[in-house]
């Protein structure tokens, strides 16, 4: 039987987190009521005329940047006709000739890299809301700035291909392009798919529209992938159409063509000169991108030999990723931040401890995390003493170590207090003590467990366990 093998390309619309719209001074924000956020000119009024955010051009050249595309010499804009209720001008503006962007490539977490085939900035439509059997336009999407980036068709699975829109997504947040929410549809994704025969030739794709998460990318590419692989074993061949995926009853089927959707009458947007890039600000834009999460996962597993699933909690997002790396200049020990943030931080955020759920609000620096971590990992903090003092640093600006003291957490490692716990200890557990003075050394760890019990986890464990033996030893019946 012939062998086919996947053949994936995606094509990712991200809209870019700017204050305002591309061509219009408008709010670019998600959620204002439908149609409050619109002038002439992203309505389509007669007459008006675009002018091009300067912050969506940056924003569009550091993710161009990050993926190693070529930029495009001179910045210029085309007509992509249409005739469709949510694009009230008739066309779309986007970039067809000339895109920013091309070549490239994006690394997945396998190591491979996928070509990046163009990258370039267009404007989002208006958005359809369907009520009780009615449609309503929404203006206020109309003119969103858009990054749209277009891979080679080189993802060889589905699940390799769901790897790539998250590690795109994940780029495109750390170099700060937008949020990026599936959900909220600041990210969006086209895919394209086809079956290729081992005699080599491409087969013929069909594109699945408007996937809206990292699952459905998924679950629709495999449907797809065996619907093709059905259809050829039976002899039949593939027609390139466009499907949609439907994700309650578990399979794509074909969209309805748009009219006229063949012929967009492209045109050169006069209305917007073509300038040249300035290759000073590139270079500034350049300058001060931050490292790539795709490198920065190599360094964490490779050099500070975090497990792979620690590293994810780290990488979760920028900020994380951060504040790892701030508190890491103060500590000699990867490993136990990153668990304590992926750990008894984190909880404390879920909880919304003291009001706080997001690193970026925490009172405290992450020097201070570094020395908590520090009080833990040396033994001077119990653990849960540690965790209390984290708990108290989400309101309290005292550093971890006057914190310890302050509460009363310090450790008891010697003194007339730890012998007086470690008797009371022996006198508790009569039986262990028996058990020890017969020569069962198990017997010691149950006193121990007494003594660090009483103490409420301030004895130190190894000072305990000393004085046990010696108190033991002393009263010799
Ligand atoms: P169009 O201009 O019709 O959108 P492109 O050539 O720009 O077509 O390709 C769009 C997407 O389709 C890209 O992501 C590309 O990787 C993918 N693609 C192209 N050829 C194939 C194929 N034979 N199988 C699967 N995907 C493909
Ligand atoms: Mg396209
Ligand atoms: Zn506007």
Redesign the pocket.
Known sequence: MTRFEP?????VHCQLGTLSKLFCACANTFGAPPSTLACETCSGQPGALPALNGEALDLALRAALALGCELAERVSFDRKHYSYCDLPKGFQITQARTPLGTGGSLELSSGKHVRI??LHLEEDAAKILHRGGESFVDLNRAGVPLVEC?????FASAAEARDGLERLRELLVFVGAGECDMERGSLRC???????AADGA??????IKNLNSFVHVHDALAHELARQRAMLEGGRAIARETRLWDAERGETRPMREKEGSAEYRWLPEADLPEFALDRARVARLAACLPEPPASRRRRYVEELRLDRELAEVVLESPASSDFFEAALKHSRDPRAIASWMANELRALLRERAHGIAALEELPFKPFDFAELVELASSGRASRPAARTILREMLRSPRAPRELLRALGLERIEEGPELDELCQRALEARPEALADLRAGKLRALEALLGAALALSGGRAHPDAARATLVRLVREQRP
């Open positions: 053949v994936i390309g995606l094509e085939e163009r277009v891979t080679a068709p080189e086209d895919v394209n798919v086809s079956l290729r491409l087969g013929e794709r069909v594109e």
